[in-house]
Structure formats: structure tokens, C-alpha cells
């Protein structure tokens, strides 16, 4: 009968345990990512709209003040953020692509030629005939 190695023989790497990862600030730049969370700021505001930021439930679009911080905003509640935190997220910060500066037209919009036509088929209203 064969035998199963037993755990005890097993490396000494496998038996540490990984810790979990924290979620750390995940930031998005661009216009489309801070528009679902704020409105239109005029040249005169304060705040300067970045992105989005993300971290677990917090969600909101990233802003800068005129002192160099970051704030988290939605609608117009505004949460001051760790600017260090956020500025190493910023940095890998992916940024959205602009498909309205490339002409191109994003995959949702672009019709697709081989789905038919729908049928709409028009039955005569039946009436209920009473004796």
C-alpha cells in the first residue's frame, strides 16, 4: 500500500502562514472616473479633480486642494486623505484611456452586424364576446 508523505516532512517555507494583504488606495485618472462620483468644478474652485480613489466601501473621485493635499469627494462632501497613501497610488495610477481625443468608438456603442433585426409580428386585438 503506498504511503502519503507525511506534513511533519513537508519544507519549513510551507508551514508559514501568509499574513493577508491589506487593500491599499486604488487610483484611476481622468475625467470619466471623477465624473461618476462629482459635478463640474468652475476654474475658481479650490479643488482640482484628478480621478477616482478607491479603498474597500470608500469610494468617491480624488481631488487636490490649493495647499498640495489630497481629498476624497462625493458629491460635495469632501474626506481629507493620507497624502503619502495616495501619492505612492497616484503614481501607479493607471490612466483612463481617452477615446474621444482617438475618433474611436468604445465596443458598447459599436453595433454588431452579425445579430438580426428584431421581428415585431402584430396580432388583431381579440374582443370577448358575451351571449
Known amino acids: ?6 506534513s511533519e516532512t513537508s519544507s519549513p517555507d510551507s508551514k508559514q502562514l501568509r499574513k493577508p494583504r491589506k487593500p ?10 471623477w465624473a461618476r462620483h462629482t459635478h463640474e468644478r468652475s476654474d475658481g474652485d479650490e479643488l482640482k479633480l484628478l480621478g ?10 480624488l481631488a487636490m486642494t490649493a495647499e498640495g493635499e489630497y481629498v476624497q469627494v462625493v458629491g460635495d462632501y ?3 486623505l ?10 501607479n495610477a493607471p490612466k483612463e484611456s481617452n477615446l474621444e481625443c482617438s475618433g474611436e468608438k468604445p465596443h458598447w ?23
Open 78 to 80: 469632501v474626506v481629507p
Open 109 to 131: 456603442l459599436v453595433a454588431r452586424k452579425e445579430s438580426p433585426e428584431p421581428v415585431v409580428i402584430r396580432k388583431k386585438r381579440r374582443f370577448a364576446v358575451m351571449p
Open 52 to 61: 477616482s480613489v478607491s479603498k474597500g466601501a470608500q469610494v468617491g473621485a
Open 1 to 6: 500500500m503506498p504511503s502519503q508523505p507525511s
Open 82 to 91: 493620507k497624502t503619502k497613501e495616495v501619492a505612492k497610488a497616484v503614481a
Open 24 to 33: 491599499g488606495w486604488r487610483v484611476v485618472l481622468g475625467r470619466a472616473a
